[in-house]
């Protein structure tokens, strides 16, 4: 896996919790990293009294302006959904908007959310059928990346997961990722400082976690891995 990686989420800090290890990899090898986020992330609050979906939408973007730079990636946009309406939106629409940027980007490799969404949240589970859908369109011949949990994850942090509500459904079970990634040292480091730079999405879990734990929650990635076909022989 080398080459330009395009990222396609689908709120910010997505693409830290489940693909900084990629990311810092390809960063590492001087290869291009671009990434989409569907929306600002406007409604991820407990709080929305304090903070009205056009303050935290601001905050949030440079709390993901900060992750980014630790992360090393400059190359970002946005798609200008509402947070929480993605599965409302029209799909053919949605999917021709990415399938646009992957024209214009003509990436390697594409990463998105899994089949799940990872967590189960709506928006995620839109985002990744987006992304599949414009790739499999426009760019068939390119390396799908699509997150799950890693192996284990939901024995291992069942007492965290149960703890701090980050799963609309219950985790689904264990499926064999393509792609395995366990971020240690320097690597690790930066994801968890890209995560603590989303200070107001991580804040009460590392707390509520503890840093040492919150470190080994988030240390996995985990991926399934669509290959293109081979070509035909003529
Ligand atoms: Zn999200």
Redesign the pocket.
């Known amino acids: 896996m080398t080459g330009t990686l395009l990222g396609v989420?689908?709120?910010p800090?997505?693409e830290t919790f489940l693909s900084s290890g990629l990311i810092l990899a390809a960063r590492e090898r001087g290869d291009r990293v671009v990434l989409v986020t569907a929306t600002r992330?406007e409604q991820g609050t407990d709080d929305p009294a304090c903070w009205p979906p056009e303050r935290l939408g601001r905050l949030r973007e440079r709390e993901l302006e900060s992750a980014l730079a630790v992360l090393g990636v400059d190359e970002h946009r946005f798609l200008g959904y509402g947070d929480g309406a993605c599965a409302d939106a029209a799909e053919p629409l949605a999917a021709r908007r990415i399938a646009t940027v992957i024209e214009e980007v003509r990436p390697d490799t594409i990463v998105t959310f899994g089949p799940d969404g990872v967590?189960g949240?709506e928006?995620?589970r839109a985002v990744g059928r987006w992304t599949t859908r414009a790739r499999n369109a426009v760019a068939p011949e390119v390396e799908l990346l699509r997150a799950v949990l890693a192996p284990g994850f939901t024995r291992r942090f069942a007492a965290v997961n149960d703890a701090f509500g980050v799963f609309m459904d219950d985790p689904a079970a264990d499926v064999d990722p393509g792609l395995h990634l366990r971020l240690s040292g320097d690597r690790l480091d930066r994801k968890i400082e890209a995560m603590l730079a989303q200070d107001s999405q991580t804040r009460r879990l590392v707390e509520g976690a503890g840093p040492a734990t919150f470190r080994r929650w988030w240390s996995e990635e985990a991926f399934l891995v669509d290959r293109p076909a081979s070509p035909q022989a003529a």
């Open positions: 989420w689908a709120h800090d997505d992330g967590t949240h928006d995620h």
